[in-house]
């Protein structure tokens, strides 16, 4: 059983596309259900998410004002963990149609098999298809100095699109409360991967394709701040290499 987190941010145009195709797709969600994560949206997103009909089981999770990705997944982890027992999953993901719902089941096997979380990986078998190169060269830059800072293996470590296991994240929480995603954009993918694995929780990945031309307008993420985000977690992790160093 899974439920999906997906937060949204004036996707108006790419929910319904989204919905239309989960609802397709009722193996991955049967028991579950998707938590839409609306952060603070100006446009019809909310109207979309609750006009939508279907067997598709759908809550929406508003945040009156527009405050990130990591808060958007704090909330939306928040009630799956409410809803949800330690041997389910939970599948995140974008809203703008861009991740790749082909590769789920995959993802939830290397799950079931064991992995804590699985990440959607656009390295080693998988790619960045029509993504500009100023996100190329971010998604690069930002893995190889979190992997580089944090000690990490994975290859991919900012993208949305994953698979947690229910009782890592519960665990993740217990270890560290309100400071779990202390990232409010999109740096909090790379924050929550870290906690994790410093926890000894069980990281996997699958190659996937991102796709940029499925989604309609543009990109909601800022360069400058991300990598601002992406910098702050660096300067935590020199500071408690170095704490536990003397």
């Not at 390295?123 to 960045?128: A, F, P, R």
């Not at 830059?141 to 890592?168: K, N, P």
Request: aromatic residues 6%; proline residues 2%.
């Amino acid at each position: 059983m899974a439920w999906f987190v997906v937060p949204a941010y004036n996707e108006e145009a790419n929910l319904p596309r989204l919905l239309a195709d989960l609802e397709l797709r009722r193996e991955l969600w049967h028991g579950g259900g998707v938590l839409l994560v609306d952060d603070g949206s100006t446009d019809g997103t909310v109207a979309v998410a609750h006009e939508h009909r279907g067997e598709l089981p759908l809550i929406v999770v508003r945040q009156m004002r527009n405050q990130g990705a990591g808060r958007a997944f704090d909330r939306g982890f928040r009630r799956a963990l409410q809803l949800a027992s330690d041997d389910e999953l939970i599948v995140t993901l974008e809203s703008d149609t861009t991740s790749d719902l082909d590769a789920v089941q995959e993802m939830l096997a290397k799950a079931r098999a064991g992995a804590d979380v699985v990440l959607a990986s656009h390295h080693d078998g998988g790619e960045l298809v029509n993504v500009g190169a100023h996100r190329r060269f971010l998604s690069k830059a930002a893995a190889y100095a979190i992997r580089r800072s944090a000690g990490l293996e994975a290859r991919t470590v900012s993208s949305f699109f994953r698979v947690y296991r229910v009782a890592a994240l519960r665990a993740a929480y217990e270890r560290y409360g309100d400071d779990f995603i202390r990232e409010s954009g999109f740096a909090c993918k790379a924050e929550i991967l870290i906690k994790m694995s410093n926890l000894g929780l069980r990281v996997a990945e699958v190659p996937v394709s991102l796709d940029w031309s499925r989604r309609e307008g543009e990109s909601k993420l800022r360069v400058l701040p991300t990598m601002q985000g992406y910098a702050r977690l660096m300067i935590r992790q020199v500071g408690a290499a170095r704490e536990r160093a003397s």
